[in-house]
């Protein structure tokens, strides 16, 4: 017999109701702060890897990370959530320097995505602790009930989203997801949200899965690399790449720049401005 879901059937009818769920609880703080220490570890090591600027797919080059991204905690919640996820399209490190104006605009993830239907969601887990002095990411309830609105791109130097994206929103209706390291929040791929400048002396430092999809999602247009959740077929409009075998390996990076140039062609689809991916 399947042992009961992590989330509670509240919990699953207020992310279909509000697009969103916080705080579940993934990781003991001990596992949080090794998982933190093997990303400084890391970034110490391959600096021109991991950095601001090249934060995409580290999960194909980082096995600590993969492992996360497969931590039953977090599929057993995605299965509540898609129907039948089957793959992870792609993850990216949300690293806020302390002191730093780095924000993230109003905007929902499935605008510039290219996949459909909306059956997927995103995992945002706390490497340390979120808050909002730190800048945690703020949801706007209820956004992702109307679909996708118009964004415009804004290309701000502090604004880390890749396009700068955004829509205008009534912001004092957002409600802040604080988290402990080791916690993680989901969202809709269309609920609108964002973040603030980390005010505090420390790194506030995350990683979004971004995203589980349900077994009926496919591409709208590009390339897209996935990993697989488990041995079940992925549909071939995906390219099934594989989890790393060690950290930063050849192969690892020649598959996570691979899946990095073709994410960066569908993100970047019809933009003026171009950042490193
Ligand atoms: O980490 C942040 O500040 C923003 C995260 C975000 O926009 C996302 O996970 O989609």
């Not at 009818?13 to 769920?21: F, K, L, R, T, V």
């Amino acid at each position: 017999m399947r042992p009961m879901a992590i989330l509670t059937d509240e919990q699953v009818a207020q992310y279909h109701e509000q697009g969103w769920i916080s705080p579940v609880d993934v990781l003991f703080a001990d596992e949080a702060a090794a998982a933190l220490a093997a990303l400084e570890e890391a970034e110490a090591a391959f600096p021109d890897d991991l950095h601001a600027e090249n934060r995409n797919n580290a999960h194909l080059v980082l096995p600590f990370l993969a492992e996360l991204a497969l931590h039953e905690r977090v599929l057993d919640c995605v299965r509540s959530l898609v129907d039948d996820p089957l793959t992870l399209s792609s993850s990216v490190l949300f690293a806020k320097a302390p002191h730093t104006g780095s924000y993230v605009s109003w905007h929902q993830d499935a605008t510039y995505m290219a996949l459909a239907p909306a059956d997927f969601v995103t995992p945002w887990l706390a490497l340390t602790p979120s808050t909002v002095e730190g800048g945690c990411v703020s949801v706007i309830p209820g956004t992702h009930q109307g679909g996708i609105v118009p964004h415009t791109d804004a290309f701000g130097n502090d604004n880390i989203l890749t396009r700068g994206q955004y829509v205008e929103v009534d912001a004092s209706t957002a409600v802040d997801l604080v988290l402990e390291a080791g916690q993680m929040s989901l969202h809709h791929p269309h609920l609108v949200h964002g973040s603030q400048p980390n005010r505090t002396d420390d790194r506030r430092v995350g990683v979004a899965f971004q995203s589980y999809l349900g077994s009926g999602v496919r591409p709208t247009r590009g390339e897209h690399h996935v990993v697989a959740l488990g041995d079940r077929p992925v549909d071939p409009a995906f390219r099934v790449v594989p989890w790393p075998t060690g950290t930063c390996t050849p192969e690892g990076r020649a598959v996570r720049a691979a899946a990095n140039a073709a994410y960066s062609d569908v993100l970047y689809d019809g933009a003026e401005v171009r950042r490193l991916l």
